[in-house]
């Protein structure tokens, strides 16, 4: 049993038993719990400051390796990815001159990092970024290996293959029919189409896709077949051919340069509007000029072709 407590009264002069108060008691214990708190976090905070367990220790030791790491890894990425942008300056130089089209514009492979707190994800941002580089680079040394290898003898044919455009500032718009089943613009009915149909207005310059001979010459007799065309041999078995001119401006055997004109565009023989129909044969066989036509055109622009050229429309001849 507690001991009875006393509190001297000034007012009555004596010695007073204390009274249990509920107010008093709960004053009493907040202000101890509160004090108890505050000694707590004290301690607490004494023990962190001046005392290390193992596990701090160890922690703050593989914390400074990851930075030390981090900075390395860094330093190899970004190299790489100047490495990335001169392969690609190149690559857009050797496009260029290989196939005499605007190089496309080389991007900018600078690394930003996710946030700079977040070591664990800057780690694994750097390796994808590291694998995607080396893959594409590997990609990139096997395709010039494989394909981009020219032997002395090769040399002849690449300068006199017909890849250059038979008029000059192709857009999507010019093509109206590609290679393949069409529908006649006469009978309507589905055939084999053996070319590419350019819509340009009469008159318009027919250029030489390839360095060549004028291996034919017909002029139309009549209003059908392909009208007015021309033949250029360009060796290696491959002819380009280009129908229903207006005007021939070359003669039977000439020599042909590549890009020099050789007749205008014209609506003779079976045509339904004025246009020029363009055939690639190799070895007697009808190719789709597509395969060909790749100098003077950049990536995106062939490709907007090539897509047009699938379609299953009406041709014009």
Known sequence: MPQPQFRYNPKTLRYERVQFSVWRFLSSFIS?????????????????????????????????ELVVYKASLTGQINESSGLLKDLQQKEG??????????????????????????TEAQIEYLQTKSAQ???????????????????????????????????SGITPDNLISGFGIRINPFHKAKFHHDGIDFSFTKGTDVLASGNGKVSAIQYAANEGGLGNYIDIDHGNGIISRYAHLQNVNVNWGQKIKKGQMIGTVGNSGSSAAPHLHYEII???KHIN???????????????????????LNQSLD
């Open 93 to 118: 130089h050797l496009y260029q001159e290989l196939f005499e089209a605007p190089a496309e514009k080389v991007t900018d492979n600078i690394i930003s990092l996710p946030n700079q707190y977040d």
């Open 133 to 167: 580089i080396k893959e594409k680079s590997e990609a990139t040394n096997y395709v010039l290996s494989e394909y981009a290898s020219v032997d002395k003898l090769d040399v002849p044919v690449l300068f006199n293959s017909p890849c250059g455009v038979p008029v």
């Open 32 to 64: 101890y719990s509160a004090f108890a708190c505050l000694f707590f976090v004290a301690l607490n905070q004494l023990q962190n400051a001046f005392i290390e367990t193992d596990t701090e220790k160890s922690l703050r030791q593989e914390n400074n």
């Open 289 to 311: 000029p597509m395969f060909y036509m790749v100098e003077g055109v950049s990536a995106p622009l062939h490709e907007q072709l090539a897509i047009k050229s699938k379609k």
């Open 282 to 284: 190799k070895d007697g």
